[in-house]
């Protein structure tokens, strides 16, 4: 698998979840899937954040550090409102993971039986608690005055922000997710796909799937009134 002068991946990616292991909440929670260093840049900060607002966590790491064989490098929080998981993958890189990460929502979906919110970990949480009686898909669907940060970006790629993503644990739930793993294993990948193809399937399955679209104070991307909202995404390693 290479990359052409475009940044699209040449060929498709492998979307299997390998070596699944680790300790699966048991009830409602964040989800935060993540490489090791992004988490050591970002991580301490998110889970407090949370925490400090009654928060359960669940981090998932793809390729953690190896801290001798058969023994992971994972961090360690004085609380059980933390819970770790992780998994391998031969051929990972950063446009493949945007992507790849809702294989992983699917596999922790379908062993649990509670809901969850998905965001991204380089950011915090400000105020307020989130909500998790919804039973179906929640996006955030970017008004038009928006895509003056994604300028470089087809609108049609660029419709939703999966900063912030929530779900519900059912049947019809995961079928939808399958879906959007089934469509991600066939594309060349480039950078934002992971947001076009949860658009699309936003736009040509809303009703069948009981899609949301995510309240506006729940996330911001603007430095200047990051405190009105509940999780400031810092966004592009800020």
Known sequence: MNFNNSGR??????????????????????????TPDYYAKYGIKFVNSAIELGERIHLHFINPYV???????????????????????????????????????????????CNFWMFDIDGEFIKGRLDYS??????????????????EWDEDWSGTYLAA???????ENSKCIQLYIDK????????????????RLY??????????????????????NKDEYLFYHYGKGQ
């Not at 480039?190 to 949860?198: D, H, L, N, T």
């Open 134 to 151: 919804h039973d179906g898909i929640g996006v955030f669907v970017r008004n038009k005055e928006d895509y003056r940060v994604i300028t």
């Open 67 to 113: 801290a001798s064989p058969g023994v992971y490098e994972l961090p360690e929080w004085d609380t059980d409102l933390v819970t770790i998981t992780t998994s391998t993958h031969p051929n990972m890189s950063k446009v493949v993971f945007n992507c790849y990460r809702f294989s992983i929502v699917k596999e922790i979906m379908d062993n649990v039986n």
């Open 203 to 224: 736009q040509e399955y809303r009703t069948e799937f009981n899609f949301f679209q995510i309240e506006d104070t729940i996330i911001n991307i603007w430095p200047e």
């Open 184 to 199: 991600a294993s066939k594309l060349s990948l480039k950078w934002c796909s992971c947001q076009g193809i949860m658009y």
């Open 9 to 34: 991946l040449e060929g498709v990616a492998d979307f299997n979840v390998y070596n699944f292991n680790g300790e699966l909440p048991t009830n409602n929670f964040i989800l935060s899937i993540i």
């Open 165 to 171: 993503f929530y779900i519900s644990s059912n049947s």
